[in-house]
Nanobody, 126 residues
Framework: QVHLVESGGGLVQPGASLRLSCVASGGTSSSYAMAWFRQVPGKEREFVAA????????FYADSLKGRFTMSRDNAWNTVYLQMNSLKPEDTAVYYCGRLLNPIVSTIRDRDRYHYWGQGTQVTVSS
């Protein structure tokens, strides 16, 4: 069983930056994707970014590329989402997920993910 815990959310002003963290524990697979999705009330959870183990390839939602950067620590225990130039429309609950044995075509598909964290709220408002 994999346990994911997100942190780092909060209330920030437009234009500010935040870094989210997701700490993973458990699991034995060395082939998976870690991803960030976000969700606002009444809308579906949408893909933000992902990083694939073992090769470290990253994937981004086209609309967020250039502002958001995903990374991980050397041990693959923690993944990060650096969010810059935040906008009010970035307000959402951000979730960390893990997809086992991913293929590229499934990485952006929330329904394929096996594990989720509890989410962390990000609010961008003046």
């Amino acid at each position: 069983q994999v346990h994911l815990v997100e942190s780092g959310g909060g209330l920030v002003q437009p234009g500010a930056s935040l870094r989210l963290s997701c700490v993973a524990s458990g699991g034995t697979s060395s082939s998976y994707a870690m991803a960030w999705f976000r969700q606002v009330p009444g809308k579906e959870r949408e893909f933000v970014a992902a990083i694939r183990r073992p090769n470290g390839a990253t994937f981004y939602a086209d609309s967020l590329k250039g502002r958001f950067t995903m990374s991980r620590d050397n041990a693959w225990n923690t993944v990060y989402l650096q969010m810059n130039s935040l906008k009010p429309e970035d307000t959402a609950v951000y979730y960390c997920g893990r997809l086992l044995n991913p293929i590229v075509s499934t990485i952006r598909d929330r329904d394929r993910y096996h594990y989720w964290g509890q989410g962390t709220q990000v609010t961008v408002s003046s």
